[in-house]
């Protein structure tokens, strides 16, 4: 069986997801992950040789969509829906570093 | 700085990701198009507005599938993936990509030069919209906020990774060119590196000759050019080369190329794939090609540049080195042609690698080039008079005769040419001593001086043959 998480991980998994947990909801969420990991591990448990990996229960392959253009939204319209908007684009606080 | 290359071992891996020429956007119907009025090209997915579900555009699994087979890759069933990240320019906060099964995996590259370069990969993804620092001269450390354009959010990209088998500056650029005819000629990009729809990040890392271990690699992001990716490579080698041998360790970090100083500057350390939380993207289905698809395609693949300069090698004999240029010219097809007509192989792509810079050539008559250069061989023409009548059929379309004969080029009688040799000999003593001493460099001076004295219409071959002649 895989090591317990700890409140560790979860802290730094809603520090990425950028959610800011009480130290209340960090042992209750920690608690919850804690259990969802362990039915995984019941499912690791299982002889599976010979099983098909399955990345989704739909059998469904190839839903595509023609390469044809549709209607584009009202740019006032939306720049109307933004905090703030300059020149036609969003204006958004200053962003530290480059996209990864 | 320069590295002792007996002692040391540049490794560079590198990472292209190409837009492709699709009319509309991966996952919606917004169009795919350089430029425009900021966020005009946008629709309620590519803002990421809540209810906006992703549909997989046709077209950009068909090039994805054409550039697979063009590298040699296996096109295999792929599954979508989120990578989770914050950041302006990605209005959903995830990246739709493709992780542990990509559309490509496992092909190869041939170099101009004959060496042959793995592909690990090749997955789409989408690409991102553009932010604008304001401010602080525009870096991005300084600026009071940012504007965003997400008319490139969510263009299709194919980003395809390279093995680290590069092992110099010269050949990672050598790379890029060639992935970029690749791309080209199966009509997935347009190849512009400056407008950015084709980008090059790249994995540098040293090691000790000898050394089995690869060395701790660094990312370099901002290379837009090819002369940039050679000075970004060698500059970066240089830096780790320093660092170990001042008894420092290279970290793994993205470093961003700054053209203006020359130099790599430390942009973060480097993420852990873990730290995107990567999972199956469940708005979206599998993709499987299917050998039918796969072979549909490959049928109607243009022939590539690789195979165009083994054809032309093949067909004339002149070594792979020299008929690369010719291919990238797109001369190929017309110097085969030519030589169908009769023209000597050899002279023919002389002329293409040398004298055919201009965008006109390709559409010069093949028959008419082959008339050219057996006028040439012939004798009728010198190598000089034969290159200024080519250069004015590339311009006018016309017939070699007629502009030879316009431009007075005739073949020269060879007593008239033996008279000016041994005028021009007389005339000069002592430089005709040195020549019969033996100093190459005074031939030059002999043949310039018939060249002038015959208006050019002299065959330098001839001349130098003379002068031998006369020497005894």
């Keep these: ?100 | 700085m320069s590295i002792d290359l007996d002692a040391w071992e540049i490794v560079v891996g590198l990472e292209v990701h190409t837009e492709l020429l699709t009319r509309t956007k991966l996952f919606s119907s917004a169009i795919n198009e350089f430029g425009g009025e900021p966020n005009t090209h946008i629709d309620p997915l590519t803002l990421g507005l809540p209810g906006s579900l992703p549909v997989l555009n046709e077209q950009a699994v068909e090039l994805a599938i054409r550039v697979g087979l063009a590298l040699n890759c296996e096109v295999q069933r792929s599954v979508f993936a989120r990578k989770n990240y914050f950041y302006p320019d990605l209005p959903k906060d995830y990246q739709i990509s493709q992780f542990d099964l990509p559309i490509c995996a496992e092909g190869s590259l041939e170099l101009p030069n004959g060496k042959v370069v793995g592909i690990e990969r090749a997955h789409l993804e989408e690409d991102t919209g553009k932010s604008t620092h304001v401010g602080g001269g525009g870096r991005i450390h300084d600026a009071q906020h940012s504007l965003v354009d997400y008319n490139r959010a969510g263009v299709p990209l194919l980003e395809i990774v390279g093995k680290p088998d590069l092992r110099s500056a010269e050949d990672a650029r050598a790379y890029v060119a060639e992935l970029r005819s690749i791309l080209v000629a199966v009509g997935a990009s347009d190849g512009k590196l400056e407008e950015g729809s084709m980008r090059v990040d790249c994995n540098v890392s040293v090691r000790r000759r000898g050394d089995a271990e690869l060395g701790t690699r660094c990312e370099i992001k901002n290379v837009n050019s090819l002369r940039s990716l050679g000075r970004a490579i060698e500059y970066e080698a240089a830096r780790q080369v320093d660092l170990i041998e001042s008894g420092e360790r290279v970290r793994q970090q993205t470093r961003h190329w700054n053209e203006d100083d020359g130099r790599t500057h430390t942009l973060r350390t480097k993420e852990e794939a873990d730290d995107y939380r990567y999972f199956t993207e469940p708005d979206l289905v599998e993709i499987d090609p299917g050998p039918e698809w796969i072979e549909r395609v490959r049928a109607v693949l243009p022939m590539l540049p690789a195979a165009r300069r083994h054809r032309l090698s093949t067909e004339t004999g002149v070594p792979l080195e020299r008929v690369a240029l010719v291919v990238e010219r797109g001369l190929d097809e017309l110097c085969l042609a030519a030589i169908a007509e009769g023209a000597d192989p050899e002279r023919t792509v002389t002329h293409a690698e040398h004298n055919l810079s201009d965008a006109k050539a390709a559409d010069l008559d093949p028959a008419k080039f082959a008339a050219l250069v057996q006028l040439e061989t012939g004798g009728e023409l010198t190598a000089t008079q034969a290159k200024t009548v080519l250069a004015e059929m590339v311009e006018t379309g016309g017939a070699p005769a007629d502009i030879a004969a316009a431009k007075g080029f005739e073949a020269m009688e060879s007593g008239e040419l033996e008279g000016i040799v041994d005028g021009l000999i007389a005339a000069h003593p002592e430089e005709w001593q040195r020549y019969c001493e033996g100093d190459g460099k005074i031939t030059g001076f002999f043949v310039g001086g018939v060249m002038k004295a015959t208006g050019g219409k002299a065959d330098g071959k001839a001349v130098t043959a003379l002068l031998q002649a006369r020497k005894g």
């Design chain 1, 1 to 100: 069986m895989a090591e317990r998480i700890t409140t560790e991980d979860v802290t730094k998994v809603a520090n990425l997801a950028r959610l800011a947990l009480t130290p209340d909801e960090l042992e209750t969420f920690t608690g919850q992950l804690a259990e969802i990991l362990e039915h995984a591990d019941d499912i690791a448990a299982l002889d599976l040789a010979g099983v098909e990996p399955m990345a989704r229960p739909l059998p469904l392959v190839n839903v595509f969509r023609a390469d044809e253009p549709g209607t584009p939204l009202d740019r006032d319209e939306v720049l109307a829906c933004a905090p703030v908007s300059e020149d036609g684009q969003f204006r958004v606080p200053p962003v530290l570093g480059e996209a990864p």
